[in-house]
T-cell receptor, first 108, second 113 residues
């Protein structure tokens, strides 16, 4: 079983829409959780950490459900510049485990 | 530039040749990681260092792969007798503490022909 499972999409949404991605993880001992953004042919960049109490950064909200072992990312009021691949990341300590990424395209 | 630096950006090599990549992490980061990424996949862990000590290696890292971080600063990843399946983006990342988000370099794109 993979450490991290993500729906690869693609998600094609109109500008201004709200879109949500989920990601499940298999290791209940996982300690830290992140969302990364990766643009085409570029390196992944940290978007936000995911905390047990949830956290928000502008239009982006991340949540963690330890009981069900999933994390989520909500993007409100989508912009064209949000088009990218979103990778969820889980770590029990040491190496990070990346999902395959979810592709988002925001359409004008 | 205080980010993670990787060289070269691109490498094309013939099957069977050896290649070496270099990574210079953010100077105050003592943890350094190597990942490999192929199209449509997330990055796959290869190995990581804390200072000069190599603490973990993936099963993906065959005997043809070796990584070093001799002085706890820059790191090199060498692939011997390259195969076409080695073609990928090789990403280096560093972090200051465990469980902190990584900062990635721009990667080295390897093409084995």
């Amino acid at each position: 079983r993979k450490e991290v499972e993500q729906d690869p999409g693609p998600f094609n949404v109109p500008e201004g829409a709200t879109v949500a991605f989920n990601c499940t993880y298999s290791n209940s001992a996982s300690q830290s959780f992140f969302w990364y953004r990766q643009d085409c042919r570029k390196e992944p960049k940290l978007l936000m950490s995911v905390y047990s109490c949830g956290n928000e950064d502008g239009r982006f909200t991340a949540q963690l459900n330890r009981a069900s072992q999933y994390i989520s990312l909500l993007i409100r009021d989508s912009k064209l510049s949000d088009s990218a691949t979103y990778l969820c990341v889980v770590t029990p300590g040491g190496q990070f485990y990346f999902g395959t990424g979810t592709s988002l395209t925001v359409i004008p | 530039d205080t980010g993670v630096s990787q060289n070269p950006r691109h490498k094309i090599t013939k099957r069977g040749q050896n290649v070496t990549f270099r990574c210079d992490p953010i100077s105050e980061h003592n943890r350094l990681y190597w990942y490999r990424q192929t199209l449509g996949q997330g990055p796959e862990f290869l190995t990581y260092f804390q200072n000069e000590a190599q603490l973990e290696k993936s099963r993906l890292l065959s005997d043809r792969f070796s990584a070093e971080r001799p002085k706890g600063s820059f790191s090199t990843l060498e692939i011997q007798r390259t195969e076409q399946g080695d073609s990928a983006m090789y990403l280096c990342a560093s972090s200051a503490r465990p469980n902190y988000g990584y900062t990635f370099g721009s990667g080295t794109r390897l093409t084995v022909v």
